[in-house]
Nanobody, 128 residues
Framework: QVQLVESGGGLVQAGGSLRLSCAAS????????MGWFRQAPGKQRDFVAV???????????EYADSVKGRFTVSRDNAENTVYLQMNSLKPEDTAVYYCAAAPRLRFGGHVGADYEYWGQGTQVTVSS
C-alpha cells in the first residue's frame, strides 16, 4: 500500500520560508517521479515542481514560472522523502500543497493525471 505523508506546512509572514516534506512508503522511491502541486480556495490544482526520474539515479527538476527562483525541490532516496524548500513566500502562495508519486515516469510530470498516488495535503498560509 502506497502512502505519501506531507508535513511542514504552517503560517508564515510574507518573505519568510518553509520546507515541506513528503515521506513515501510502499513504492520503489528511487525510480519514482515526485511532484508538488497546490490548490488555493476556489481554484484548480496547479503544478508547482517536479523532480523527475530519468533512469538509474538521474533526476531532473522543473518548476512553475510562478515559483521559479524561489522554490527548490529535492529528494533523499535513503529516507524515501521529497522536499520543497520555499523561500521569499508571497500571500499568493497560500494553498494546500500536495505531493504526488508516479512510479517509473520518465517524461512530463506537470499535470495531475501523470500521477498515481497523492498525499493528503498540508496547508501553507502566507500573511501579508
Amino acid at each position: 500500500q502506497v502512502q505519501l505523508v506531507e508535513s511542514g506546512g504552517g503560517l508564515v509572514q510574507a518573505g519568510g520560508s518553509l520546507r515541506l516534506s513528503c515521506a513515501a512508503s510502499g513504492l520503489t522511491f528511487s525510480s519514482s517521479t515526485m511532484g508538488w502541486f497546490r490548490q488555493a480556495p476556489g481554484k484548480q490544482r496547479d503544478f508547482v515542481a517536479v523532480i523527475r526520474w530519468s533512469g538509474g539515479f538521474t533526476y531532473y527538476t522543473e518548476y512553475a514560472d510562478s515559483v521559479k527562483g524561489r522554490f527548490t525541490v529535492s529528494r533523499d532516496n535513503a529516507e524515501n522523502t521529497v522536499y520543497l524548500q520555499m523561500n521569499s513566500l508571497k500571500p499568493e502562495d497560500t494553498a494546500v500543497y500536495y505531493c504526488a508519486a508516479a512510479p517509473r515516469l520518465r517524461f512530463g510530470g506537470h499535470v495531475g493525471a501523470d500521477y498515481e498516488y497523492w498525499g493528503q495535503g498540508t496547508q501553507v498560509t502566507v500573511s501579508s
